[in-house]
């Protein structure tokens, strides 16, 4: 109705002339009113006839009207204005499709100012009062508004989910934990989100070190481009100025080599430029996840945090790219040497020493071939330097294996487990994957008892049925180390492989993804290489364990395999 009348009132304090609204608001004896700047102009035109009429009745005047402001209509139309403005200034606090809305309002809803994750509900400024005011209230937290609250709750139970399951890795309520995850290991989502936020930090950090790392690999390539184009210009002008000696004979040779040079020189700056570009690529690209990671880092909500959590830690390691060397004028010096012997001894130059200048302008190179391999570690110190907590997938545990120990033990069970069916889960062998995809340098170690094959695999095995395909040593997907109280037998592609060695109860597995390099070791108080494979992996790789033998002998003897924690 408001607006109704506001427009009612806009179309009777407009002016006829020009459809808006009156500016000086003039009057005329007919009594219509207009613009003071329109109906002048409108009677300027008229000037020639010396007869003046109304636009809106045509009363004719005969003596141009004296025009005098109109001061209640002017009054009228300020009012109006303002009216206007508060109208606009009241639409921007409603909530539009994109804003999250007030959950108490009613009819026409505000903007939310802040959400409650304590309420599960968004306020505006007016609801919002009584988080201020309240003394209970007041302990609520509050976060910007917020459209994903729903998330906070559970889907099965309809209370808050402020417990994480670290067995399954998801947030649950209280009475989760009697029902579908009893008997799993929780803890608070605040003390989950405080283990994965030093784990965030870590990744920030290796970021912003990668970062400066490559800026300053940009600067050597920056300054190489300019040396590249000093060497080659002061190349270019001694070899001319040895030129003038014998203009004659060598003017063409001159010119030759001159854009033999500009070739060579575009040649390398297209080098460094296509690396320069590649590695300031490469620092936006590690510059905008820095700042995901940190809008993730700051967020207040525990729940959003754990819920993309995984979609962003991961950190794809590169190769370095520092390998940069520097010859400071230095780029183009063979050619100088070459073009003084032209001077010196032209005639059999320019028969049999042409070749050797132009060799020596295509060997010109900036960058330096591939580092060499990086030494494997030796002690047992360096190898845990490289330490990798493993733990066990109950998705793809068989049905006879139990996990225990935070799921790092595993050991056979009287009676079958009823795990969900899950497509990771091996149907027929006895055996499981850690849940951590493995890449980069890897150790960690397996405490067995009993038969125990300690293996890796990529995540494409078999898992469904016995047969070889799936069983890990028994396709080119997986690799396998067999321990029993007699011998050691290393599996890969079906091939049986003897190993010697001295017996332990411990295993250690060393993993280099990019040199291809996997190595077992007998742990006991020295480490001795029982097996070593040099390959090429192409894909991440998953640690696991095999338990072998007749089931009721592996309940009567505690067959048993864990992934111990390393200091």
Request: charged content about 25%; some cysteine; proline content about 4%.
């Amino acid at each position: 109705m408001a607006q109704q009348r506001n427009q009612t009132d806009s179309e009777k304090l407009s002016c006829s002339i020009c459809l808006d609204l009156l500016k000086d608001p003039v009057t005329t004896t007919c009594g219509h009113s207009y613009c003071m700047d329109c109906i002048k102009t409108h009677w300027d035109r008229e000037d020639g006839t010396r007869l003046y009429n109304c636009p809106q009745c045509r009363k004719i005047f005969t003596l141009r009207p004296v025009l005098q402001k109109n001061v209640m209509l002017a009054e009228l139309v300020e009012d109006l204005k303002k009216t206007r403005l508060q109208a606009a200034a009241a639409d921007l606090c409603y909530a539009g499709p994109e804003d999250v809305s007030c959950d108490v309002c009613t009819g026409r809803k505000m903007k939310a100012v802040r959400s409650c994750l304590v309420c599960l509900a968004s306020y505006c400024e007016i609801h919002l009062q009584p988080h201020y005011d309240s003394p209970p209230l007041k302990k609520h937290q509050l976060v910007e508004p917020s459209k994903n609250l729903q998330e906070n709750i559970c889907s099965h139970h309809g209370k808050m989910m402020e417990i994480f399951c670290l067995t399954d890795q998801q947030l649950i309520c209280s009475l989760c934990t009697m029902y579908e995850h009893k008997r799993h290991e929780t803890v608070s989502a605040a003390a989950e989100r405080k283990k994965k936020q030093k784990e965030l930090e870590v990744s920030r950090l290796n970021i912003q070190q990668r970062i400066q790392d490559r800026q300053k690999v940009v600067k050597l390539l920056q300054q190489e481009m300019k040396d590249i184009k000093v060497s080659a210009d002061k190349t270019v002008e001694d070899s001319e100025e040895m030129f003038t000696h014998v203009i004659r004979l060598i003017q063409k040779r001159g010119r030759d080599m001159e854009q033999q040079i500009r070739s060579q020189q575009k040649t390398e700056e297209s080098r460094v430029k296509e690396l320069q570009e590649k590695l300031e690529q490469e620092i936006r690209n590690l510059e905008r996840k820095d700042a995901e990671l940190k809008q993730l880092s700051d967020t207040p909500d525990h729940s959003h945090f754990l819920h993309n959590y995984p979609s962003v830690s991961a950190l794809t390691e590169s190769k370095p790219s520092s390998n940069v060397i520097i010859r400071p004028l230095r780029h183009f010096q063979d050619v100088t040497a070459a073009v003084k012997e032209l001077r010196d001894h032209l005639q059999d130059i320019l028969r049999d020493t042409w070749t050797n200048i132009s060799l020596a302008i295509t060997e010109v190179d900036v960058l330096l071939p591939q580092p060499e391999p990086k030494p494997q570690p030796k002690t047992r110190d360096e190898f845990l330097k490289y330490s990798r907590e493993i733990t066990l997938d109950p998705n793809t545990a068989n049905s006879w294996l139990e996990l225990s120990e935070g799921n790092r033990k595993v050991s056979f069970m009287f009676q079958p487990e009823r795990y969900p069916d899950h497509p990771d889960r091996f149907t027929g062998c006895h055996q499981v994957l850690s849940k951590e995809s493995l890449t980069g340098r890897c150790y960690w170690e397996v405490e067995w008892r009993g038969g125990v094959s300690a293996a890796v695999a990529y995540k494409s095995i078999c898992r469904k049925g016995s047969s070889d395909q799936c069983g890990f040593g028994r396709s080119d997907k997986s690799w396998s180390l067999r321990c029993n109280a007699i011998s050691y037998t290393f599996w890969y592609n079906n091939t049986k492989t003897p190993v010697s060695g001295p017996r332990s109860s411990r295993i250690g597995v060393y993993l280099d993804h990019s040199a291809g390099i996997l190595s077992f070791y007998s742990v006991s108080e020295t480490m001795t290489l029982l097996h070593r494979v040099q390959t090429t992996f192409t894909e991440p790789i998953h640690a696991g364990v095999w338990l072998s033998g007749d089931r009721v002998v592996f309940v009567c003897t505690g067959t048993t395999a864990e992934f111990l924690k390393l200091k």
